[in-house]
């Protein structure tokens, strides 16, 4: 029969890439079940958007799974932190934000953050509540515990020494502030992508120059975006949290059918067994990879709506794209002017962003009226010519247009 430790050990190594180090980790749970002392488990966010998509939740579902056992989130809001912006991966110098911005954003970030964990067993701290009166002295003392040559084994710099490339000072100090925060919250066990490893092992280092017992680092793999590049929003491959459930069903569908069953592993809640069944009709062919991308999309956004959110989506999805009929509820557009090009029509009722992008759409072929695709950028519509019908745009917008009466 498995122990407690070894059934709690079990959950935390889950689709986990890397436990540094793991005999740590289970002497840290033998005392935590001993004494009935939960761990304290941290994961820190910089607010640098207003939004976060479903690869940044990756870190956060696991931690809600260490919370399920009974263990503590410590939430870093880098409020301070996220003036420098977080170097790792970028190989050029990231804009400072301004602090009014960066608040507004963690606002939106702690909303989305707990759609998924348990807000009961988390303790929230904005790490400018430590650095914003740190005094020279202070400051020096913890800039005395790095070395440069320490520094400089992080990829992100020595690579961007190496082209020649702007290296901010300030950039520098990124990984010995996201330690100083696991020392001013006594981290036992620090989670993150495994582009953090750099950073999380430098919080070790500084916790036991501290006098503290150093935390343990939990690495998880990086969400692939929709395209199988990394989930970035810049990259316009990212499916948001706060997107609508239909936006996410349709996000999920347009994957490659090899992304598949990495999406189930780390979009998902599905255990592995689960998971190796799956694998095993998509290699046997025992059914159809529309219908596994279907049942994923399904389990996508149950995380994130609910269960019957995501089945009237997917009825949605089937309705539109594979019956080719019209979703049983559209938006409506209300059109004030009698006539109008095209490409206002798109932009100043925003329905996209700029002129440029409706121009785009456009060319490409991806606006329709009632299933007639307009090609001309320069098509002017007149109210009366298109009152009462559907205005599709790319493969998932559909809006039923309208006029004032004359």
């Not at 092992?201 to 501290?210: E, F, I, S």
Request: with cysteine; hydrophobic share 40%; net charge positive.
């Amino acid at each position: 029969m498995r122990t407690e430790i070894e059934r709690q050990l079990d959950v935390f190594m889950e689709k986990t890439v890397e436990v540094i180090p793991l005999p740590e980790l289970r002497s840290k749970l033998k005392r935590s079940l001993e004494s009935n002392t939960p761990l304290r488990i941290k994961i820190g966010i910089d607010p640098t958007a207003a939004k976060i998509h479903i690869g940044h939740m990756v870190p956060f579902r696991k931690i809600r799974q260490l919370q399920d056992l009974g263990h503590t989130a410590v939430l870093i809001i880098g409020d301070f932190t996220a003036q420098i912006g977080d170097p790792t991966g970028k190989n050029r110098e990231r804009p400072q934000l301004l602090f009014k911005q960066v608040l507004k954003n963690a606002h939106s970030y702690t909303e989305q953050i707990f759609s998924i964990l348990n807000k009961e067993q988390t303790e929230v701290y904005f790490n400018s509540e430590w650095f914003k009166d740190m005094c020279l002295d202070e400051f020096m003392t913890l800039a005395a515990r790095f070395s440069l040559a320490q520094l400089m084994a992080h990829d992100s710099f020595r690579l961007r020494m190496e082209k020649g490339a702007r290296l901010g000072v300030h950039e520098l100090f990124y990984p010995m502030f996201q330690a100083f925060d696991s020392v001013k919250t006594k981290t036992d066990v620090e989670v993150g992508g495994n582009d953090q490893k750099f950073n999380i092992l430098c919080g070790r280092d500084v916790m036991v120059q501290a006098g503290l017992k150093p935390q343990i680092v939990l690495l998880l793999p990086l969400l692939s975006g929709t395209d199988g590049q990394k989930m970035s929003k810049s990259l316009g491959n990212d499916i948001p949290v706060f997107s609508t459930a239909e936006d996410m069903v349709g996000k999920t569908m347009s994957i490659a059918d090899d992304l598949i069953i990495h999406f189930f592993t780390y979009a998902t809640d599905l255990n592995q067994k689960e998971i190796t069944n799956i694998e095993k009709d998509l290699k046997e062919q025992r059914k159809n990879p529309r219908d596994i991308k279907l049942m994923l999309a399904r389990e996508i956004v149950s995380l994130y709506h609910d269960k019957k959110t995501a089945d009237q989506a997917c009825r949605e999805f089937l309705q539109v794209f594979s019956r080719k009929q019209a979703p049983s509820v559209i938006a409506e557009v209300l059109i004030k002017e009698k006539r109008l090009p095209l490409l206002n029509l798109l932009r100043d009722y925003k329905l996209v962003n700029s002129l440029s992008e409706a121009r785009r759409l456009v060319e490409q072929g991806g606006v329709s009226i009632d299933s007639q695709k307009i090609s001309d950028v320069n098509a002017v519509m007149d109210a009366d010519h298109i009152f009462g019908k559907i205005l599709k745009i790319g493969k998932r917008r559909f809006y039923k247009l309208t006029a004032l009466k004359k």
